[in-house]
Nanobody
Framework: QVQLVESGGGLVQTGGSLRLSCTAS????????MAWFRRAPGKGRDFVAQ????????DYAVSVKGRFTLSRDSAKNTVYLQMNSLKPEDTAVYYC?????????????WGQGTQVTVSS
């Protein structure tokens, strides 16, 4: 069974940078799409960014476009979320997700989350 493990979260000042990693472990991993979501305190889960695993095309939420960059290393079964120019409103638990079944919409595998805190 595939597991997603996130890392790289932490505390950073406004304007700083962090890089989140999400690595898949377990059986052979070949998702269709990988994505990051986040949940801020007291709010729902929001889409952040996604990447097509085979082609590498990306899509971003308007709130992070131009500041965040999503990339993948297929050989390492890992996706990276480079977050620059961080703002206090980026504070949230960030979750990695994978869509592995083309016949089922949505993401079927989720990580445990990593906390990102941006101080003002």
């Amino acid at each position: 069974q595939v597991q997603l493990v996130e890392s790289g979260g932490g505390l950073v000042q406004t304007g700083g940078s962090l890089r989140l990693s999400c690595t898949a472990s377990g059986r052979t991993f070949s998702p269709y799409v990988m994505a990051w979501f986040r949940r801020a305190p007291g709010k729902g889960r929001d889409f952040v960014a996604q990447i097509n695993w085979s082609g590498g095309s990306t899509d971003y939420a308007v709130s992070v476009k131009g500041r965040f960059t999503l990339s993948r290393d297929s050989a390492k079964n890992t996706v990276y979320l480079q977050m620059n120019s961080l703002k206090p409103e980026d504070t949230a638990v960030y979750y990695c997700a994978a869509r592995t079944r083309i016949t089922v919409p949505g993401y079927d595998i989720w990580g445990q989350g990593t906390q990102v805190t941006v101080s003002s």
